[in-house]
């Protein structure tokens, strides 16, 4: 005789079905409100939850002690992302990343998928890398945050028609003339914060940092030296309205 199913269960796969049974526009909204990789997870409920996440118009990548392999899940989810537009991205990266993963063809992809805000960090133990020199002809970037083991290499010529702001913390430069073109392929840029650091003989291989932005409203900038190297800042910004220094150089200023 074949037990009789039981209440309980009966109820929770109606519940269950009713949910997969939603819109793909409610479904996002419901996987907006977990982590990025329980939305990921989604994928193995069933087939009609297997690409719902790939939708999502948000998507944050943290390491931390509970999430130690974020890196991997970043790997392999980011190619099958589809949505025709990436709000925003979040990737924060720490010494627990190998040092070998494709972290430029992330990078590559979210340009690809017309990403809006871009947040990247990466303390790993190895080299600064080079970002794609697709992210430099980004047209739909508006917010851009680089932090600390990134080389700003920018090609000829930059054109990011759409940044709004800018951050750039504890980053390196390729030299001085990358610097120079990244702020000069911003024509509508209105925010900027620039976080830098020189201690012994690590720097950020730029000597005279040149802001020169004519549609810049706001810039904070920051700047600890704990080495004897000469440097320089040049702010030449007709349109600004806020300014912040914080310099413990013996740095020259030309306003």
Not at 33 to 54: C, H, I
Request: with cysteine.
């Amino acid at each position: 005789m074949v037990e009789a199913e039981r209440p309980w269960k009966i109820q929770k796969r109606a519940c269950e079905d009713r949910i997969s049974s939603l819109p793909d526009d409610l479904l996002i909204q419901i996987l907006l409100r977990v982590p990025t990789e329980d939305a990921v997870a989604t994928t193995f409920l069933s087939k009609r939850w297997r690409y719902v996440w790939t939708m999502l118009p948000r998507l944050v990548y943290i390491e931390s002690e509970q999430s130690k392999s974020v890196w991997w899940l970043l790997d392999q989810s980011i190619r099958f992302y589809q949505a025709p537009i990436l709000e925003r991205l979040c990737i924060i990266l720490g010494p627990l990343c190998p040092v070998d993963v494709d972290v430029v063809n992330w990078l590559a992809k979210a340009v690809e998928c017309c990403v809006r805000n871009l947040v990247f960090a990466l303390h790993w133990k190895s080299e600064p890398i080079r970002m794609p020199n697709t992210l430099y002809t980004c047209n739909t970037l508006a917010s851009l945050t680089l932090s600390n083991k990134i080389l700003v290499d920018a090609p000829s010529p930059v054109s990011l028609p759409s940044l709004t702001q800018l951050e750039l913390r504890h980053v390196a430069y390729k030299d001085e003339d990358s610097q120079v073109r990244l702020l000069s392929g911003c024509p509508v840029l209105k925010h900027l914060v620039v976080l830098r650091h020189a201690d012994g003989d690590v720097d950020d291989n730029v000597r005279k940092f040149s802001v020169k932005v004519p549609s810049l409203k706001k810039l904070l900038y920051s700047f600890i030296q704990l080495n004897n190297t000469d440097y320089s800042l040049v702010i030449d910004n007709p349109a600004l309205m806020y300014l912040h220094i914080r310099d413990s150089s013996e740095e020259s200023y030309s306003i």
